[in-house]
């Protein structure tokens, strides 16, 4: 069975700084695809970035980012310049096989301190 | 606009008392689920339909059913409710490349 670990509860982070947040992963599957989800404290799920496991390219939405090492199984989420509206629980998900089922790490909660 | 829906939004009722939790998706989407979340432990599929009529167990599912009758509508159904169901639910609808996920219902069971 797929399982996704997010081995850090809770991160800080300045304001205007960078900080990295880790996921690890494992699963047999050849394609799939990683995610990363914001939960700020109104509980709504927002897509931050997705990575396709066949694009070597490293995915980026503006100030996100991640750095993708498949053969680690790793996948984590750099936010640059943060700000405080970044304050978050992050969940690291994985999708793959035929049943389009997306298994969840146990997030990071991300503090910004100004 | 595309959107799941969820209702309600809140919903505080007593063990064994048997209620509904609404889905809908605008998108015709044939892949939906139903996820729970409790601190500490992120979010875990409770079931899951391919299409009309085609459900089956997620990770979780013990004290709930499910039914697809329509494409867009996907009812999560709690016969009776226990204290250990208290939680944040959500609805959830994909296809291949997105998924999307309704607002939250924060169910609490006394």
């Known amino acids: 069975a797929q399982t996704v670990t997010q081995s850090q509860p809770e991160m800080s982070v300045q304001e205007a700084e960078t900080v990295t947040l880790s996921c690890t992963y494992d699963?047999?599957?050849?394609?799939?695809?990683l995610f990363w989800y914001k939960q700020p404290p109104s509980r709504q799920m927002i897509l931050v970035i997705r990575q396709e496991a066949y694009k070597q390219q490293n995915a980026t939405e503006n100030r996100f980012s991640v750095n993708f090492q498949k053969a680690a199984k790793s996948f984590s989420l750099k936010i640059s310049d943060s700000q405080l509206g970044d304050a978050a629980m992050y969940f690291c998900a994985y999708s793959g096989g035929s049943n389009y089922k997306l298994t969840f790490g146990k997030g990071t909660l991300l503090t910004v301190n100004p | 606009e595309a959107q799941v829906t969820q209702n309600p939004r809140y919903l505080i009722t007593v063990t064994g008392k048997k209620l509904t939790v609404t889905c809908s998706q605008n998108m015709n989407h044939e892949y939906m689920s139903w996820y729970r979340q409790d601190p500490g432990l992120g979010l875990r599929q409770i079931y899951y339909?391919?299409?009309?009529?085609?459900?089956d167990k997620g990770d979780v599912p013990e004290g709930y059913k499910v039914s697809r009758k329509e494409k867009r509508n996907f009812p999560l159904i709690l016969e009776s409710p226990s204290p250990n169901q208290t939680s944040l639910y959500f609805c959830a609808s994909r296809n291949w490349y997105e998924q999307y996920f309704g607002p939250g219902t924060r169910l609490t069971v006394t």
């Open positions: 339909s391919m299409n009309v009529e085609v459900t």
């Open positions: 699963t047999s599957e050849s394609d799939y695809y």
